[in-house]
């Protein structure tokens, strides 16, 4: 069973740094692309970034690019999403995805919350 | 990195069907049949329904069924059942690789 647990949330001053965690478990993780998508509190969903299979390829949304970094361990099955320079408008709900096909998200875990506030 | 358009609200009664629209550009789902929709419960994580415009992922039921016309896409939700009252997204892949999605409709079965 596909399995997807994201941790790292929490609350945060503006200007700070907080780093997600995406442990997979249940399918070859390597194999996967994966991406992060958020969702304010009350609003849609929003797509930050993803990336390739051997993590040297990435992609993030212009509302993010340049503060935060997305990575992986293919040795530990992990995903990660290094967020700096936090915003209030980066307050949301932080989900990890596995891609079946690069764009198209087969698998959610089920969240981890992000509060910027002073 | 525009989102796509989607109605904020559709509705149907029980054994009614209802359809989604989803409007883009020819830069996103004009461009590539690379369109998806999921669902999402309240306080759920989403749920992928449609993939690649038309395909169903195994356990979504047939009665979940995608089109695309131009730089619009489509889902269609034949004989609506209570469950199927949730918040429905669409995305698409977007050239300079990355992903855009729909504002979101709230679907009610009344």
């Known amino acids: 069973e596909v399995q997807l647990g994201e941790s790292g949330g929490g609350l945060v001053q503006p200007g700070g740094s907080l780093r997600l965690s995406c442990a997979a478990s249940?399918?070859?993780?390597?194999?996967?692309?994966m991406h992060w998508v958020r969702q304010a509190p009350g609003k849609g969903l929003v797509w930050v970034s993803r990336?390739?299979?051997?993590?040297?390829?990435?992609d993030y949304a212009d509302s993010v690019k340049g503060r935060f970094t997305i990575s992986r361990d293919n040795a530990k099955n992990t995903l990660y999403l290094q967020m700096n320079s936090l915003r209030a408008e980066d307050t949301a709900v932080y989900y990890c995805?596995?891609?079946?096909?690069?764009?198209?998200?087969?698998?959610w875990g089920q969240g981890t919350l992000v509060t910027v506030s002073s | 990195q525009s989102a796509l358009t989607q109605p904020p609200s559709a509705s149907g009664s029980p054994g009614q069907s209802v359809t989604i629209s989803c409007t883009g550009t020819?830069?996103?789902?004009?461009?590539?049949?690379?369109v998806s929709w999921y669902q999402q419960h309240p306080g759920k994580a989403p749920k992928l329904m449609i993939y690649?415009?038309?395909k169903r992922p195994s356990g979504v039921p047939d009665r979940f069924s995608g089109s695309k016309s131009g730089n619009t896409a489509s889902l269609t939700v034949s004989g609506l059942q209570a469950e199927d009252e949730a918040d429905y997204y669409c995305?698409?892949?977007?050239?300079?690789?990355?992903?855009?999605f729909g504002g979101g409709t709230k679907l009610t079965v009344l």
């Open positions: 690649e415009v038309t």
């Open positions: 990336i390739r299979t051997d993590g040297k390829y990435t």
């Open positions: 995305s698409s892949f977007v050239g300079s690789n990355i992903v855009v």
């Open positions: 995805a596995r891609a079946s096909s690069a764009p198209t998200m087969d698998y």
């Open positions: 249940g399918f070859t993780f390597s194999s996967h692309w």
């Open positions: 020819s830069s996103d789902i004009g461009g590539y049949q690379y």
